[in-house]
């Protein structure tokens, strides 16, 4: 009994990536890559939109030593966010981030906002 294959779907990320986020994302373990794809998958519809200017986002991988990153990005309208870049930053630098309302963590909560109030 052969089953035939009825369609294939291809996910397509929320964003896009510059060659200069993908060589330095290739500093981070696996562990690390896959938690910030799924990080800037589900907040890219949150992030502010700013004409041609390029703007930062901070984040952090929880663990036994934290990863704090940021993000240098792209967002204009009816595009998709473009990655530029993604570097470790030191943990006080994520805390101003946290007063600025600029963290993944900020936008994830607008997201789970949004989908609640649905």
């Known amino acids: 009994m052969d089953s035939k294959q009825k369609f294939t779907e291809v996910l397509k990320p929320a964003y896009e990536t510059d060659d200069w986020f993908l060589d330095s994302f290739s500093e981070f373990n696996i562990t690390q890559k896959t938690q910030i794809l799924y990080e800037i998958e589900v907040v890219s519809d949150f992030l502010p939109k700013n004409g041609s200017w390029t703007q930062f986002l901070y984040g952090v991988v929880k663990g036994k030593r934290p990863l704090f990153y940021v993000i240098d990005y792209l967002n204009e309208e009816g595009y998709?966010?473009?990655?530029?870049?993604?570097?470790?930053?030191?943990?006080?630098?994520?805390?101003?981030?946290?007063?600025?309302?600029?963290?993944?963590?900020?936008?994830?909560?607008?997201?789970?906002?949004?989908?609640?109030?649905?």
Do not use: F, V
Not at 89 to 117: F, G, P, V, W
């Open 80 to 118: 998709k966010p473009l990655m530029i870049d993604i570097q470790e930053i030191d943990s006080d630098t994520y805390l101003d981030a946290m007063l600025n309302k600029n963290t993944i963590q900020y936008y994830y909560e607008r997201y789970n906002r949004h989908n609640n109030s649905a």
